[in-house]
């Protein structure tokens, strides 16, 4: 499995491909004390200013698209079946060419409530939610629907009777 969020990170690590660009475009402001991107504070900028979030996702989604893609490539052919998690793949412009869409959504008191165990503050949590496309949206777009909004346990039995659906096609 590869995750689009990871590889993100990853990428804004001191070295990364993408660390230079992100400073460069936000300044040292973002940094934390051992040099690392404060990913709290950037996100706070960004998801504060509709243009910041833009130029993040342009020095952003490339890169993780082209990672993600080269994952892909570099699997052996003998693997069945690969997942990429990406939260924002209708966002990035990335929706078609897939053998099936899973869209994983909750409802956004669950949402609120998850970002609100993560630090976040209600208007923080707001201005996430709104950043991307609405849940609905996605959902309507995707092949298959999974609710998050249960337990580890509904969640794991949702997800492998979808896998088992995408797997008989």
């Given at each position: 499995m590869c995750d689009a969020d990871d590889m993100a990170h990853q990428l804004m690590e001191p070295g990364a491909q993408a660390y230079g660009a992100v400073v460069e475009a936000f300044?040292?402001?973002i940094l934390a004390r051992?040099?690392?991107v404060d990913r709290r504070r950037l996100g706070e900028r960004v998801f504060a200013d509709g243009r910041d979030r833009e130029r993040l996702n342009a020095i952003i989604h490339p890169l993780v698209k082209q990672a993600w893609r080269d994952w892909l490539f570099r699997r052996p052919?003998?693997?069945r079946a690969a997942a990429v998690i990406i939260p924002l793949l209708y966002e990035a412009g990335e929706g078609a060419g897939w053998d099936a869409v899973v869209c994983v959504c909750s409802s956004e008191a669950i949402q609120r409530a998850?970002?609100?165990a993560r630090g976040l503050d209600g208007q923080e949590a707001r201005r996430r939610i709104t950043a991307q496309m609405p849940l609905a949206e996605k959902?309507?777009?995707a092949d298959f629907v999974?609710?998050?909004d249960g337990t580890t346990d509904v969640l794991r039995e949702q997800t492998m009777r979808v896998l088992e659906r995408i797997l008989e096609k």
């Open positions: 300044g040292r402001e051992d040099g690392h052919p003998e693997r998850r970002l609100a959902a309507e777009r999974i609710l998050n």
